[in-house]
């Protein structure tokens, strides 16, 4: 058996490939590519396919025998970018990233709209976004009503990929919370927000659960894959951030699953969750019937430092900044508040804004980055806490991205978090959860314990310092935050 694992990711769309152990065999991916003109960030969902079908054909030419083998495509990724599906199967109009920001004043509309407690109850968002498809499908109602009225489909992006490669119209359960009309305790799309925007039942797919088999690919995609002895098969996955909780073995209690890339991104698996409208911590179906995961992300992630090595550190690469602040230590520096794209959990502060606070003569760029750095850790530490106090037990961090690459980095959330952080050797740990989902619901796999237990990857683990200046510069983060702009 081999398992063919798609990430439709916002920045690359990839393709690993597993065998039935989950070794890793092949990895393609090529750049995600957009339309953009100001707040529009379109794309063309048949060349996500075209893409999607290249890179499996890539990772097939890395094996001699992939004909003796059947093969199964297992789809994770993204889940609010929005596909229009007409009656001919084709796309109405371009498809709209959730990137796509024109929808805010459709949103705030949304939020006046509907009691902000019961929203949050019905469908798991404690904030009304133009980045849900909700948003932008009273935009169209608004400006392009003809191509609403004749949409057969509202799809996201991982349910059209899954139309296309099947026939098979179904919406994945543990992408509908990200929608703004689906209402994730009772498992049913939200009548009252689908007549805000102009939906009508029909248009929405059927419920699917995660990590099962929705069938044959058609005739004419299989014609264009790699032989395959019995064929290719689609499994429906999960989001992306659970999929990755699979890969990591962290879809499990008491561990935060930290997705440390552009954005900073959290997930947790919650027993014995019951609904608290004071909470603002986004929740979804899990995996699992019955499942609740907990779910909150950042905007000012990895993006924050990117931002600062690109702007003052010209020249610079990740690793020479890696090297440099390993070798010296950075305990008198600046506080940096990493607010640079507004609003972050668990405070939704509207006016904050990125600042570096107690600057002197005395400190230099490296200084400044160590700040940086330490301003993101701060702001993971903000969000584990939240986790906590809503009674939750939070024993550890698995880290995976682009961030957990940096050892200077993990060690520096470890010891602001007071928690170890655990990082996995998996670099592909999205795609190898959703290869192991694939391979259980087919019967080569028993259990996730059993998919955690297959080549499982090696972990670096960061166990936190015992410094006192590191719990007084928390101190000092929180107190620059509430002086500045509340909390």
């Known amino acids: 058996m081999l398992v063919y694992a798609v990430d439709l990711g916002t920045t690359n769309t990839k393709v690993v490939l597993f065998d039935e152990r989950l070794r890793r065999l092949a990895v393609a991916s090529a750049p995600a590519a957009y339309d953009r003109d100001g707040p529009r960030v379109e794309f063309d969902p048949q060349q996500l396919v075209e893409t999607v079908l290249d890179l499996i ?11 003796a083998h059947d093969a199964i495509i297992a789809i994770t990724g993204q889940a609010e970018s929005l596909v229009l599906v007409g009656a001919d199967g084709q796309a109405v109009r371009p498809a709209m990233s959730w990137l796509d920001s024109r929808a805010v004043e459709e949103a705030k509309e949304l939020a ?106 058609l005739t004419e995609i299989e014609r264009r894959l790699p032989p395959s002895s019995g064929g290719y098969r689609v499994n429906s996955g999960a989001l992306d951030h659970f999929c990755a909780m699979v890969g990591t073995g962290s879809y499990r209690q008491g561990a935060v699953s930290e997705s440390a890339g552009t954005v900073l991104s959290l997930s947790l698996l919650a027993s014995d969750w019951k609904f608290n409208a004071a909470s603002k911590i986004s929740f979804h179906a899990g995996i699992n019937p019955g499942d609740t995961v907990l779910f909150t992300c950042a905007d000012s992630g990895g993006v924050v430092l990117e931002w600062f090595r690109r702007e003052l550190l010209p020249g610079m690469s990740y690793q020479e900044l890696e090297d440099a602040l390993a070798e010296r230590s950075f305990s008198d520096g600046p506080i940096f508040l990493p607010y640079l794209t507004g609003v972050n ?11 570096f606070l107690g600057l002197e003569l005395r400190h230099d760029r490296l200084d400044m980055a160590y700040s940086v750095q330490e301003g993101v ?52 740990a999205t795609c190898r959860g959703a290869a192991a989902l694939a391979l259980m619901d087919s019967g080569h796999l028993g259990s996730l314990d059993e998919a955690g237990s297959l080549n499982s990857p090696e972990v670096c683990r960061y166990r936190p310092a015992k410094d006192s200046s590191i719990p007084q510069r928390y101190e000092a983060f929180d107190a620059y935050l509430t002086l500045l702009y509340g909390s």
Not at 186 to 195: A, K, N, S, V
Not at 345 to 353: I, K, V, Y
Not at 393 to 417: F, I, N, Y
């Open 345 to 355: 959990p668990p405070d939704f502060l509207p006016s904050a804004r990125g600042a």
């Open 57 to 67: 054909s890539t990772c097939a030419a890395t094996q001699p025998d992939t004909h």
């Open 377 to 428: 850790a701060h702001l993971l530490r903000r969000n584990v806490d939240y986790f906590a106090s809503s009674g939750l037990p939070v024993r550890e961090v698995v880290s995976t991205g682009g961030g957990a690459a940096s050892a200077h980095w993990s060690q520096l959330k470890s010891d602001v978090c007071g928690l170890d952080v655990v990082v996995p050797g998996e670099q592909e």
């Open 112 to 217: 006046d709209a509907f009691d902000p407690a019961r929203a949050f109850r019905v469908t798991g968002e404690p904030e009304s976004s133009a980045a849900w498809p909700a948003a932008k499908l009273r935009w169209l109602a608004r400006y392009e009503p003809d191509s609403l009225a004749s949409t057969r489909s509202i799809l996201m992006v991982k349910d059209d990929l899954i139309r296309r490669l099947t026939g098979q119209v179904v919406g994945e359960l543990t992408t509908r919370g990200f929608t703004y009309f689906f209402d994730v305790q009772e498992g049913h799309y939200w009548q009252p927000m689908l007549d805000m925007c102009s939906i009508d039942t029909g248009q929405l797919p059927d419920i699917c659960a995660a990590g099962r088999d929705v069938g044959r690919v």
